[in-house]
């Protein structure tokens, strides 16, 4: 039930790209995107709806594809800002009136000068 | 300026000492959320409420408690029972708008077992 993140871990040279995925065994409604960093709280990158568009803003964008109930965010042209650690969260298509999320474990991202 | 706040930011809690974490929003959210996090691990739901006086438990809702007595406010207890409470606590509220709901997180409070 639980969506799985991959990769686990990754470290890039700041500039270079990266694509983190999210992939769930459950029809998704929806597909949210958090990034942590050390110590703080999630912070909101963006959400994506089934049948909506990709969605992005500044070097970080995402796509949503209903077909593998899979989303994806790419982060390009990384920055040493872009480092910590990505969180998806899903919402199943058939969760009615509930409205938790069910989480990944998480995508540690770290950016090196 | 809207927000979340969660206090204390560190709390040391003795042996059999039951101790609440407090959560405030003046977002006009309808839904709180309890989270617990581990070290290097991800989310796991405590408890949750989506309208006043009422709640449901989550995935690891033994050794906790909560109440919901008003919009703004979701204190967590956790109580003797919890064998284990050393962890990063974080609250979260949400509201659903037009077909979207984002959950927006608290600052967090650092729970230490003296």
């Known amino acids: 039930q639980q969506p799985v993140q991959s990769p686990q871990a990754v470290i890039l040279r700041e500039g270079e790209d990266a694509v983190i995925n999210c992939s769930s065994s459950k029809a998704l409604y929806s597909v949210h995107w958090y990034r942590q960093k050390h110590g703080e709280a999630p912070v909101f990158l963006m959400i994506?709806?089934?049948g909506g568009e990709q969605k992005g803003h500044d070097k970080i964008s995402a796509s949503f594809n209903e077909k593998k109930q899979q989303s994806s965010l790419y982060l390009t042209a990384s920055q040493l800002s872009y480092s910590g650690t990505y969180f998806c969260?899903?919402?199943?298509?058939?969760?009615?009136?509930?409205?938790?999320?069910?989480w990944g474990l998480g995508t540690s991202l770290a950016v090196n000068p | 300026d809207g927000g979340i706040t969660q206090s204390p930011k560190y709390l040391f809690r003795k042996e059999g000492q039951n101790v609440t974490l407090s959560c405030e929003q003046n977002l006009n959210h309808d839904a709180m959320y309890w989270y617990r996090q581990d070290p290097g691990q991800g989310l796991r739901l405590i408890y949750y409420?989506?309208?006043?006086?009422?709640?449901q438990k989550g995935d690891i809702a033994e050794g906790y408690s909560v109440s919901r007595e008003k919009k703004e406010s979701f204190p967590l207890t956790v109580t003797s029972a919890q064998k284990n409470p050393t962890a990063f606590y974080l609250c979260?509220?949400?509201?659903?708008?037009?077909?979207?709901?984002?959950?927006?997180f608290g600052p967090g409070t650092r729970l230490l077992v003296l």
């Open positions: 409420s989506q309208i006043v006086n009422d709640f």
């Open positions: 979260a509220s949400s509201k659903r708008q037009g077909g979207q709901e984002t959950q927006y």
């Open positions: 994506l709806l089934k």
């Open positions: 969260g899903t919402q199943p298509i058939n969760a009615g009136n509930n409205r938790k999320l069910i």
